[in-house]
């Protein structure tokens, strides 16, 4: 190709990685096309369009994958094309040349698929073929999944209105068809994506069809509705694929079962979607119309479900024990798994990065060698997780609770961990940056582990010693959580101590009987933040305790009126509402019982999560 001159550098000029690699196999493909309907040998092939040619070979590569991405046996091609009219049409004469009655069923077909580069399967018996290059199978493949695409967003009139030109049902079973045979490999993923992004007819709304249509199957198969269908009543669509597969390849020492054909389809509808919504955020036409939440959006009760993704990774495991992980987790990156939880799940060399899953639960979640580059993990729950060896580099830590966590050879190179738990969290072996953000981290100082190159840098220090402040107001030693908060600011005087950890010192060195030294960190607290009402009460349980009960009502007054006042425990509530009575009276409700009471039931209390 490259004499006859069909490559050429202007032809590359702009294209690189996926349409590079795309350019080429398309002109390959399209020249195997043109040459072999202008071979004297392959006079049958002329009048045959080559966009029946095109299709018949990626009928062949789908044989090939489904067969397990090496070779396909020719007697499931001829089952797969026998709808194709103009190659069935062509089968039939190319066998009516053929002298030997016992040769026709398979020489027949071989010796169209060679007229492709399509050679017989290396040391298998008869029958099969492989692609010349893996590669074009797999190319061709994507294809043959993208024309089904365009298939599934076509849509007709009738009656006057808009309809889908293939139906539910019968997409239901061409989906099982195309992916209930094992798992979407990233070549394929790649070129498919690549291929989508070049098709200029699939637009803006055919790219959210396909998304709705997707994700309505993913639901239906979540609930179990392909599985559990009674076949007395409707076609039970894993028991097609599973019969099929079976009846197709008759060679394979194992079948897949029932749960398998389930499973993997499932599975390579959700990469698709992963895929769909990593795309359309990467384009400003498609941002704002296309987000996948596997989980359902947290926002939405009536449809959000914690578990979902941790039960279909429980469902998957008919698979082996790691299986369905290695398939799933390469797909990962800019997913969006808010709230979710995932605890004790395996996600060892995940794909995460730029993925957000902010305020998910991860308690015991495997995180080795993932990839968390980017991720947004703020205020996620991941008590004793494993991230050793992980990269969490740019990853934003804020406000997590990473307490007993394995950061052992962790990348966190840039990463935000500000107002972090840090308790008995293994730092050993870690990578930081200068930029790493440690300030207002809690119980830093109890972190297991740190490097002492990191111990000595100021930043660092000085956050270590305001954490310990922090831990030790809460226990009561005011004094010397003071002087811990001082010496924070000595060490760095531009150390931005937030309004959280202010109000950390205020609150507890208030109750704990010393309200006139903290009231400043009150204040402090009120001034870095002073559109959030939760930071008032601190401020005015210091002031009643300082006699300005004036100031002290208009602050717990402000604090009543938060949305996350309704979530707190009913005692909680009828102690604010009666000091509010209490000092609309002109009387002071902090006595010394009062506080003791306080001390005791609220006293690991958190008001600020």
Same mark, same amino acid.
């Given at each position: 190709?490259?004499?006859?001159?069909?490559?050429?550098?202007?032809?590359?000029?702009?294209?690189?990685?996926?349409?590079?690699?795309?350019?080429?196999?398309?002109?390959?493909?399209?020249?195997?096309?043109?040459?072999?309907?202008?071979?004297?040998?392959?006079?049958?092939?002329?009048?045959?369009?080559?966009?029946?040619?095109?299709?018949?070979?990626?009928?062949?590569?789908?044989?090939?994958?489904?067969?397990?991405?090496?070779?396909?046996?020719?007697?499931?091609?001829?089952?797969?094309?026998?709808?194709?009219?103009?190659?069935?049409?062509?089968?039939?004469?190319?066998?009516?040349?053929?002298?030997?009655?016992?040769?026709?069923?398979?020489?027949?077909?071989?010796?169209?698929?060679?007229?492709?580069?399509? =050679?017989?399967?290396?040391?298998?018996?008869?029958?099969?073929?492989?692609?010349?290059?893996?590669?074009?199978?797999?190319?061709?493949?994507?294809?043959?999944?993208?024309?089904?695409?365009?298939?599934?967003?076509?849509?007709?009139?009738?009656?006057?209105?808009?309809?889908?030109?293939?139906?539910?049902?019968?997409?239901?079973?061409?989906?099982?068809?195309?992916?209930?045979?094992?798992?979407?490999?990233?070549?394929?993923?790649?070129?498919?994506?690549?291929?989508?992004?070049?098709?200029?007819?699939?637009?803006?709304?055919?790219?959210?069809?396909?998304?709705?249509?997707?994700?309505?199957?993913?639901?239906?198969?979540?609930?179990?509705?392909?599985?559990?269908?009674?076949?007395?009543?409707?076609?039970?669509?894993?028991?097609?694929?599973?019969?099929?597969?079976?009846?197709?390849?008759?060679?394979?020492?194992?079948?897949?079962?029932?749960?398998?054909?389930?499973?993997?389809?499932?599975?390579?509808?959700?990469?698709?979607?992963?895929?769909?919504?990593?795309?359309?955020?990467?384009?400003?036409?498609?941002?704002?119309?296309?987000?996948?939440?596997?989980?359902?959006?947290?926002?939405?009760?009536?449809?959000?479900?914690?578990?979902?993704?941790?039960?279909?990774?429980?469902?998957?495991?008919?698979?082996?024990?790691?299986?369905?992980?290695?398939?799933?987790?390469?797909?990962?990156?800019?997913?969006?798994?808010?709230?979710?939880?995932?605890?004790?799940?395996?996600?060892?060399?995940?794909?995460?990065?730029?993925?957000?899953?902010?305020?998910?639960?991860?308690?015991?979640?495997?995180?080795?060698?993932?990839?968390?580059?980017?991720?947004?993990?703020?205020?996620?729950?991941?008590?004793?997780?494993?991230?050793?060896?992980?990269?969490?580099?740019?990853?934003?830590?804020?406000?997590?609770?990473?307490?007993?966590?394995?950061?052992?050879?962790?990348?966190?190179?840039?990463?935000?961990?500000?107002?972090?738990?840090?308790?008995?969290?293994?730092?050993?072996?870690?990578?930081?940056?200068?930029?790493?953000?440690?300030?207002?981290?809690?119980?830093?100082?109890?972190?297991?582990?740190?490097?002492?190159?990191?111990?000595?840098?100021?930043?660092?220090?000085?956050?270590?010693?305001?954490?310990?402040?922090?831990?030790?107001?809460?226990?009561?030693?005011?004094?010397?959580?003071?002087?811990?908060?001082?010496?924070?600011?000595?060490?760095?005087?531009?150390?931005?101590?937030?309004?959280?950890?202010?109000?950390?010192?205020?609150?507890?060195?208030?109750?704990?009987?010393?309200?006139?030294?903290?009231?400043?960190?009150?204040?402090?607290?009120?001034?870095?933040?002073?559109?959030?009402?939760?930071?008032?009460?601190?401020?005015?349980?210091?002031?009643?305790?300082?006699?300005?009960?004036?100031?002290?009502?208009?602050?717990?007054?402000?604090?009543?009126?938060? =949305?996350?006042?309704?979530?707190?425990?009913?005692?909680?509530?009828?102690?604010?509402?009666?000091?509010?009575?209490?000092?609309?009276?002109?009387?002071?409700?902090?006595?010394?019982?009062?506080?003791?009471?306080?001390?005791?039931?609220?006293?690991?209390?958190?008001?600020?999560?």
């Amino acid at each position: 190709m490259h004499r006859k001159k069909h490559f050429n550098a202007q032809m590359f000029a702009g294209a690189e990685g996926i349409k590079a690699k795309i350019l080429i196999y398309d002109t390959s493909i399209n020249w195997v096309l043109e040459e072999q309907r202008q071979d004297k040998e392959n006079l049958r092939l002329a009048g045959l369009d080559s966009e029946d040619l095109r299709e018949f070979l990626t009928e062949v590569a789908l044989c090939v994958v489904q067969s397990g991405n090496e070779s396909a046996n020719i007697k499931m091609l001829e089952a797969r094309i026998k709808d194709n009219q103009p190659i069935a049409n062509l089968l039939q004469q190319a066998r009516e040349e053929i002298p030997y009655e016992n040769l026709k069923e398979e020489k027949a077909l071989n010796n169209l698929v060679t007229a492709f580069y399509i =050679k017989p399967a290396s040391g298998k018996e008869g029958g099969s073929m492989e692609f010349v290059h893996k590669s074009f199978g797999e190319f061709l493949f994507a294809e043959r999944l993208l024309n089904s695409f365009c298939d599934w967003t076509d849509q007709v009139t009738k009656r006057n209105r808009q309809e889908d030109s293939v139906s539910r049902e019968v997409m239901d079973k061409q989906v099982y068809d195309l992916l209930g045979y094992g798992n979407l490999t990233p070549e394929i993923v790649e070129y498919l994506t690549g291929l989508l992004a070049e098709k200029s007819k699939f637009d803006t709304k055919c790219y959210l069809k396909l998304f709705q249509r997707l994700e309505d199957f993913y639901l239906r198969w979540c609930d179990g509705e392909f599985i559990d269908a009674a076949p007395s009543e409707r076609e039970n669509l894993p028991l097609f694929k599973k019969e099929q597969l079976k009846k197709l390849l008759p060679e394979r020492e194992k079948h897949l079962g029932l749960r398998q054909v389930d499973v993997y389809t499932g599975l390579n509808v959700l990469i698709l979607l992963f895929e769909l919504h990593r795309y359309a955020k990467s384009k400003d036409d498609l941002k704002d119309n296309i987000s996948f939440y596997p989980c359902g959006q947290p926002d939405k009760t009536d449809e959000f479900d914690d578990e979902r993704l941790l039960r279909i990774i429980s469902y998957s495991h008919c698979l082996g024990a790691y299986t369905n992980i290695e398939i799933l987790t390469l797909f990962l990156s800019s997913a969006f798994l808010q709230r979710v939880d995932l605890s004790r799940a395996y996600l060892s060399r995940a794909d995460l990065n730029h993925a957000d899953l902010s305020h998910a639960f991860l308690i015991n979640t495997e995180f080795i060698n993932a990839d968390l580059t980017n991720a947004d993990l703020s205020y996620a729950y991941m008590r004793d997780a494993d991230f050793s060896s992980a990269n969490l580099s740019n990853a934003n830590l804020s406000n997590a609770n990473l307490s007993g966590a394995d950061l052992s050879g962790a990348d966190l190179s840039n990463a935000d961990l500000s107002n972090a738990d840090l308790s008995n969290t293994n730092f050993q072996e870690i990578i930081w940056s200068n930029n790493t953000n440690w300030v207002n981290t809690r119980d830093l100082h109890q972190a297991i582990g740190i490097p002492s190159e990191l111990a000595q840098q100021p930043l660092f220090s000085a956050a270590m010693v305001l954490s310990k402040g922090m831990s030790l107001v809460k226990e009561g030693k005011v004094v010397e959580a003071i002087q811990a908060y001082n010496q924070a600011l000595s060490i760095d005087p531009n150390l931005p101590i937030s309004a959280r950890s202010w109000y950390t010192l205020g609150w507890f060195g208030s109750f704990y009987g010393y309200p006139a030294d903290v009231l400043y960190a009150c204040e402090n607290a009120v001034m870095l933040e002073p559109d959030n009402k939760k930071y008032k009460q601190g401020r005015g349980l210091a002031r009643a305790l300082t006699d300005d009960l004036t100031g002290a009502l208009a602050d717990f007054e402000t604090f009543v009126e938060i =949305k996350m006042f309704d979530y707190f425990p009913e005692a909680f509530k009828k102690r604010r509402i009666r000091w509010i009575e209490a000092l609309k009276a002109g009387e002071n409700p902090f006595t010394s019982d009062e506080l003791e009471e306080l001390r005791r039931d609220e006293g690991n209390f958190n008001f600020t999560s």
